[in-house]
């Protein structure tokens, strides 16, 4: 499911889940088996893979930056969690926006 609106938590109510977010067109896909999966979706819908990143969304709304998505040397992040600060608070903010 792609997020391109505001929703209430409640709509959210959900468990742990996977989710992919646009950094460019500020959206989210949400509830995919794998991040690739949501990835692929976002792409469908005229996203561009470098614009693409992993994390992950707890009951609480706690977020965390781990997929295997986010291993891209070439954007300097070569592990599974996001380690530059700014995309990390650019995803927040972005999530924050629909909730």
Not at 9 to 27: G, N
Not at 36 to 43: N, Q, R, S, T, Y
Not at 47 to 67: E, K, M
């Amino acid at each position: 499911m792609i997020l391109k609106e505001k929703v209430k938590k409640e709509e959210l109510q959900i468990p742990f889940t996977k989710a992919v977010v646009d950094v460019e067109k500020e959206i989210i896909a949400i509830n995919c088996e794998l991040h690739i999966d949501c990835a692929e979706e976002l792409m469908e819908n005229g996203s561009q893979a470098r614009n693409l990143w992993g994390f992950n969304i707890y009951p609480d709304f706690h977020l965390d930056f781990v997929s295997l998505i986010n291993i891209r040397p070439v954007d300097d992040n070569r592990s599974m969690e996001i380690k530059k600060q700014e995309i990390r608070d650019k995803i927040e903010k972005i999530f924050q926006k629909f909730i």
